[in-house]
């Protein structure tokens, strides 16, 4: 007992010496000098800097008279935060200077600790990130020894932002972690809530979108409890990004725009900016590039009146796409290599790759095939490093090599690019609806059809190549199936009583919106269909947790073109048809068309035999624009005994037949177009319809296959 007493004797002391000093000066003038600069304070707080700054300068002023050092000090901090909300970082960064030298030389610890922080912040903004970790480390210290938990918190997580920004995802999310738990020991809802939303996005930043998504909605959630406007800003931003990163733009647009509305409430400029920059990004997605330009502009206006660097390269980045894309490669390298310089400077890592990227781009497009592969290379390599989505690299160097004739390069990366794509799925497809599923794949679509194109190229260089190509098939198109099935007979021949209530209440719902859509209840009212049908996304992706470990998702992932060729009699065959962007073709002219081709396995194969059929311009003018089953669209498509339509043997089956000598029975699975084919109708020109049996393939050996 006695320690903790002679420290209370020691502080009383100095509070008595304090007095006595204080007294020496004139209280009457400290509490003057104090007053006048709260009220500038509230008017910083007001955004209105001019009288901020004439108030907090006769703070200074008056306390420097009176020799009042720790006015003067406070003074001079509330100055340097006024022209850091200005961007003016050089007067922002010497005010915190000189005020941190005179809380030293007074032993406020308080102080010296905001003023580390406050430095530290303009060194963040400034992009030299290893000042500012140095500060943040110094001023940590300081609060550890005054114990002041909230701000302890407060400084883990100004570092884990510098980690972040230095893509260190684990580092940052070691110290997002540690802030989350004195927060939540403390009950700091507002820390709570920015705790976790920078938790769901280092989550992001690895790839696990249902893990992240769970964060954000958890800091909503707890924003709104508490009217946190800026964390709600925040959450729905992010929400957005993830409904964006699965494909689901609407959704995307709609939570940018929220966000948007309540950036400007508030008048928070940097997040005004990261609103208006997303917004771009989407209508660039939806080809709207025009627009999307109008929105990165006044995102890029916004961040330069800011002065934070790392969001002007941001914006420049984005802005050259949209160059890119416009055919400007002039100037998209302009705005490519003015971001890199900023990056570069800053350190920015994760924003250094992007432009590398993006640079790479401008050369691909330019048909100059070595200098994008330099690019790209480099960017990749920086991706690696710090843990970031590596597909896009993998992708364009898979593109760069192939169109370069650099066969063996182009299959090692078309096959790596099937590996990462591989573990995305495992990471996310099953925190997913149904219609999340749909979009999901739907941005995963062309990153497989990459490989497809690669394979049917060079399959006959490369052997191998079908096996994996035909198990993509295989296991996307079961994967597919599975997204409206498994889950329904998982829960059914499940005991778990709680798991089928839940799953009837899902139903119940279900069955109520088609209902009101029916009856044209919900017609022209978005917010209640929205509504009914997030909160039915909502128990559908519940119930895809619980039901996990039901399912066989391990199984489709797993099936392998060898199951099904071991299912197969000696006269049968399996075929897979696909179709893809040709994205490989040398000529310019025929790049981009959509291709259909087959994979073929008999009992006798060593690897199934890929063949490139037609374009998919040749099904639409065979197919037309007629729909449904009426007679005519019959006898033209297939014909009649008297007059035979051979267009579409001539297409899809007369590649196929050399690799189908001896063959009797068929299983099929259809893709694209394909599906409104009657296989078994199309005509061969000699008097009759296609001999061989062809059956639509519902199961191949029950045990080794997946039902299609």
Same mark, same amino acid.
């Given at each position: 007992?006695?320690?903790?007493?002679?420290?209370?004797?020691?502080?009383?002391?100095?509070?008595?010496?304090?007095?006595?000093?204080?007294?020496?000066?004139?209280?009457?003038?400290?509490?003057?000098?104090?007053?006048?600069?709260?009220?500038?304070?509230?008017? @910083?707080?007001?955004?209105?800097?001019?009288?901020?700054?004439?108030?907090?300068?006769?703070?200074?002023?008056?306390?420097?008279?009176?020799?009042?050092?720790?006015?003067?000090?406070?003074?001079?901090?509330?100055?340097?935060?006024?022209?850091?909300?200005?961007?003016?970082?050089?007067?922002?960064?010497?005010?915190?200077?000189?005020?941190?030298?005179?809380?030293?030389?007074?032993?406020?610890?308080?102080?010296?600790?905001?003023?580390?922080?406050?430095?530290?912040?303009?060194?963040?903004?400034?992009?030299?990130?290893?000042?500012?970790?140095?500060?943040?480390?110094?001023?940590?210290?300081?609060?550890?020894?005054?114990?002041?938990?909230?701000?302890?918190?407060?400084?883990?997580?100004?570092?884990?932002?510098?980690?972040?920004?230095?893509?260190?995802?684990?580092?940052?999310?070691?110290?997002?972690?540690?802030?989350? !738990?004195?927060?939540?020991?403390?009950?700091?809802?507002?820390?709570?809530?920015?705790?976790?939303?920078?938790?769901?996005?280092?989550?992001?930043?690895?790839?696990?979108?249902?893990?992240?998504?769970?964060?954000?909605?958890?800091?909503?959630?707890?924003?709104?409890?508490?009217?946190?406007?800026?964390?709600?800003?925040?959450?729905?931003?992010?929400?957005?990004?993830?409904?964006?990163?699965?494909?689901?733009?609407?959704?995307?647009?709609?939570?940018?725009?929220?966000?948007?509305?309540?950036?400007?409430?508030?008048?928070?400029?940097?997040?005004?900016?990261?609103?208006?920059?997303?917004?771009?990004?989407? /209508?660039?997605?939806?080809?709207?590039?025009?627009?999307?330009?109008?929105?990165?502009?006044?995102?890029?206006?916004?961040?330069?009146?800011?002065?934070?660097?790392?969001?002007?390269?941001?914006?420049?980045?984005?802005?050259?796409?949209?160059?890119?894309?416009?055919?400007?490669?002039?100037?998209?390298?302009?705005?490519?290599?003015?971001? @890199?310089?900023?990056?570069?400077?800053?350190?920015?890592?994760?924003?250094?790759?992007?432009?590398?990227?993006?640079?790479?781009?401008?050369?691909?497009?330019?048909?100059?095939?070595?200098?994008?592969?330099?690019? /790209?290379?480099?960017?990749?390599?920086?991706?690696?490093?710090?843990?970031?989505?590596?597909?896009?690299?993998?992708?364009?160097?898979?593109?760069?090599?192939?169109?370069?004739?650099?066969?063996?390069?182009?299959?090692?990366?078309?096959?790596?690019?099937?590996?990462?794509?591989?573990?995305?799925?495992?990471?996310?497809?099953?925190?997913?609806?149904?219609?999340?599923?749909?979009?999901?794949?739907?941005?995963?679509?062309?990153?497989?059809? @990459?490989?497809?194109?690669?394979?049917?190229?060079?399959?006959?260089?490369?052997?191998?190549?079908?096996?994996?190509?035909?198990?993509?098939?295989?296991?996307?198109?079961?994967?597919?199936?599975?997204?409206?099935?498994?889950?329904?007979?998982?829960?059914?021949?499940?005991?778990?009583?709680?798991?089928?209530?839940?799953?009837?209440?899902?139903?119940?719902?279900?069955?109520?919106?088609?209902?009101?859509?029916?009856?044209?209840?919900?017609?022209?009212?978005?917010?209640?269909?929205?509504?009914?049908?997030?909160?039915?996304?909502?128990?559908?992706?519940?119930?895809?947790? !619980?039901?996990?470990?039901?399912?066989?998702?391990?199984?489709?992932?797993?099936?392998?073109?060898?199951?099904?060729?071991?299912?197969?009699?000696?006269?049968?065959?399996?075929?897979?048809?696909?179709?893809?962007?040709?994205?490989?073709?040398?000529?310019?002219?025929?790049?981009?068309?959509?291709?259909?081709?087959?994979?073929?396995?008999?009992?006798?194969?060593?690897?199934?035999?890929?063949?490139?059929?037609?374009?998919?311009?040749?099904?639409?003018?065979?197919?037309?624009?007629?729909?449904?089953?009426?007679?005519?669209?019959?006898?033209?498509?297939?014909?009649?005994?008297?007059?035979?339509?051979?267009?579409?043997?001539?297409?899809?089956?007369?590649?196929?037949?050399?690799?189908?000598?001896?063959?009797?029975?068929?299983?099929?699975?259809?893709?694209?177009?394909?599906?409104?084919?009657?296989?078994?109708?199309?005509?061969?020109?000699?008097?009759?319809?296609?001999?061989?049996?062809?059956?639509?393939?519902?199961?191949?050996?029950?045990?080794?296959?997946?039902?299609?």
């Amino acid at each position: 007992m006695k320690k903790p007493f002679l420290l209370l004797t020691f502080l009383l002391a100095m509070s008595v010496v304090g007095n006595c000093y204080a007294q020496a000066i004139d209280s009457t003038f400290i509490h003057q000098a104090d007053s006048i600069r709260k009220v500038g304070v509230a008017f @910083l707080n007001k955004a209105d800097y001019t009288n901020a700054l004439i108030e907090c300068n006769k703070s200074f002023g008056l306390s420097e008279k009176i020799n009042y050092k720790k006015g003067v000090a406070n003074a001079l901090n509330s100055i340097g935060v006024i022209y850091n909300k200005q961007s003016d970082y050089a007067n922002a960064l010497n005010h915190y200077q000189k005020s941190l030298k005179i809380r030293e030389e007074i032993g406020d610890k308080i102080g010296i600790a905001q003023s580390f922080s406050n430095i530290g912040l303009i060194y963040k903004d400034q992009g030299d990130f290893a000042k500012a970790l140095e500060y943040h480390n110094n001023s940590l210290k300081v609060q550890e020894e005054i114990g002041d938990k909230k701000q302890i918190a407060n400084l883990l997580t100004n570092i884990g932002n510098i980690y972040s920004y230095r893509s260190d995802n684990d580092e940052a999310l070691e110290y997002y972690a540690q802030s989350l !738990k004195i927060r939540e020991d403390i009950g700091d809802k507002n820390g709570i809530a920015s705790s976790l939303l920078n938790i769901g996005v280092m989550y992001k930043n690895q790839g696990n979108l249902s893990k992240a998504l769970e964060y954000y909605t958890q800091s909503l959630k707890i924003s709104e409890e508490i009217g946190n406007k800026s964390v709600i800003g925040a959450s729905l931003n992010n929400i957005g990004l993830i409904n964006f990163t699965q494909g689901d733009y609407a959704k995307a647009l709609e939570y940018y725009t929220q966000s948007l509305k309540i950036k400007e409430g508030i008048g928070d400029k940097s997040g005004i900016a990261l609103s208006l920059n997303n917004i771009g990004n989407v /209508y660039w997605y939806q080809g709207n590039f025009a627009k999307a330009l109008e929105y990165l502009t006044q995102s890029l206006k916004i961040n330069e009146e800011t002065g934070v660097k790392f969001r002007i390269a941001a914006s420049l980045s984005n802005i050259s796409i949209i160059y890119k894309d416009q055919y400007n490669y002039t100037k998209a390298l302009e705005c490519s290599n003015n971001s @890199l310089k900023i990056q570069e400077e800053i350190g920015d890592k994760e924003g250094i790759a992007a432009s590398l990227h993006n640079i790479g781009l401008v050369y691909f497009l330019k048909g100059n095939y070595v200098k994008a592969i330099e690019y /790209y290379t480099q960017s990749l390599k920086i991706q690696e490093e710090i843990g970031a989505d590596k597909k896009p690299g993998i992708k364009w160097l898979a593109k760069a090599y192939t169109l370069s004739d650099t066969l063996p390069k182009a299959k090692h990366y078309a096959k790596e690019l099937v590996n990462e794509l591989n573990k995305d799925i495992k990471t996310n497809y099953f925190t997913l609806s149904d219609n999340e599923k749909t979009m999901y794949f739907a941005t995963m679509e062309n990153d497989f059809g @990459l490989y497809h194109n690669f394979t049917v190229n060079y399959n006959n260089k490369y052997v191998t190549l079908s096996d994996t190509a035909y198990n993509i098939a295989l296991q996307n198109k079961g994967l597919s199936l599975k997204s409206s099935t498994a889950m329904r007979t998982a829960i059914l021949n499940s005991k778990d009583t709680s798991l089928l209530k839940q799953y009837d209440e899902w139903i119940f719902l279900k069955k109520k919106i088609a209902k009101l859509y029916e009856s044209g209840v919900l017609a022209g009212s978005v917010t209640a269909a929205d509504s009914l049908e997030n909160i039915a996304n909502e128990m559908e992706r519940q119930l895809v947790k !619980k039901s996990t470990a039901f399912s066989s998702f391990d199984k489709v992932r797993n099936l392998d073109w060898k199951q099904v060729q071991k299912s197969l009699k000696k006269d049968e065959a399996a075929i897979e048809f696909v179709h893809f962007i040709n994205v490989l073709e040398k000529d310019t002219v025929k790049r981009n068309a959509v291709i259909y081709a087959a994979y073929i396995v008999t009992k006798n194969n060593t690897h199934p035999q890929a063949v490139q059929l037609c374009t998919e311009i040749d099904l639409i003018k065979i197919l037309g624009n007629t729909q449904g089953n009426n007679l005519n669209f019959v006898n033209n498509v297939y014909g009649t005994q008297s007059q035979q339509q051979t267009a579409l043997y001539e297409k899809i089956w007369q590649p196929l037949e050399y690799h189908l000598k001896g063959i009797k029975n068929i299983y099929y699975s259809p893709d694209g177009l394909l599906h409104k084919i009657s296989f078994s109708a199309i005509s061969n020109g000699k008097n009759s319809f296609y001999a061989i049996s062809i059956t639509s393939i519902v199961k191949v050996a029950q045990e080794n296959c997946t039902a299609r």
